[in-house]
């Protein structure tokens, strides 16, 4: 397996990307005057301490913290290259990173499951960080919210205000559709990109997981595919349709490939299995 970096790409003044093999993870980078953020770790250890060198002869600003947006191997398998930074994470990652799971995929890749380190500053809501001057003026915050579940159960978003860019993690994806995995929640990913939607601005750009820089109206579109297969699932359920005859429901359609709608059909399904119906609601008429 191919554990690559390529080139630092500058977004804007100040903050750049690279893509990291072998899952093409979109790997952030935000300088001030007194310290920069790395944004995600790589797959691996050795891949993590290639990343910070590849920092130190980027910048000779300090490194004073990592985000991992969420626990993903290719996110945040890197994390013990930074033990001696702040490092934070969704409050929720120890337990990933430590559970069996995590343990069969770092064995599977070749790596020591011994060597699979947690964020040092677990956080519930949100953080910032302050570092210092901004290249064009004024303070350079980064701020990092926790908007899950979505993707996983602990998704968090890294906004820089100043530059107008914001890292989404897997929440958002250019290089192929959302993906639904066994940890994600499509009852809540639509609402975790209304939130992400609430910091952007017309001129924003958004860093994906994987693949090229998106804008405000993407990031909307794929809200919408979310948000509409949700609903149609709640919809075919109530309506008593098996989860089988889902997708060729004569009245609706369906994003992106059949592929991809089997399997968000059956997480859906699996999801409303265990939700409550919601009761009916009637206005309080009284007979004249």
């Known amino acids: 397996m ?18 990291c093999l ?33 920092v130190a002869a980027l910048t000779p600003v300090p490194l004073v913290a990592v985000v991992v947006t969420h626990a993903h191997y290719d996110h945040a398998f890197g994390i013990a290259a930074f033990d001696d930074v702040a490092v934070y994470g969704h409050a929720s990652l120890a337990g990933t990173l430590r559970g069996e799971k995590s343990r069969a995929e770092a064995t599977r890749l070749g790596l020591d499951p011994a060597d699979l380190a947690v964020p040092n500053r677990p956080l519930t809501l949100m953080a910032a960080q302050d570092l210092g001057a901004a290249p064009g003026g004024g303070r350079r915050w980064v701020e990092v919210s926790y908007v899950g579940p979505a993707h996983t159960g602990g998704d968090l978003v890294v906004l820089v205000p100043d530059a107008k860019v914001l890292f989404a993690g897997d929440l958002v994806e250019e290089s192929a559709p959302p993906s639904v995995g066994p940890d994600a929640s499509l009852a809540g990913w639509a609402k975790a990109l209304d939130q992400v939607i ?12 994987h693949g090229a820089p998106l804008d405000r109206m993407d990031v909307l579109e794929q809200r919408h595919a979310l948000g509409a297969t949700w609903a149609q699932c709640e919809w075919l359920r109530e309506q008593g349709v098996a989860e089988g005859d889902a997708y060729a429901h004569p009245e609706l359609s369906w994003p992106y490939t059949r592929e991809w709608a089997d399997g968000a059909i059956a997480k859906a399904y699996a999801e409303l299995a265990v939700i409550e119906p919601r009761p009916v609601r009637r206005l309080p008429i009284q007979p004249v």
């Open 2 to 19: 191919r554990f690559e970096q390529g080139p630092w790409r500058e977004l804007a003044e100040g903050v750049h990307v690279c893509e």
């Open 22 to 54: 072998p899952e093409g993870v979109s790997v952030g980078l935000v300088v001030g005057s007194d310290g920069c953020v790395l944004v995600d770790t790589g797959s691996s250890p050795t891949q993590g301490r290639a990343i910070r060198e590849s």
């Open 198 to 209: 609430g910091l952007l601005r017309a001129d924003s750009v958004v860093v994906p997981g």
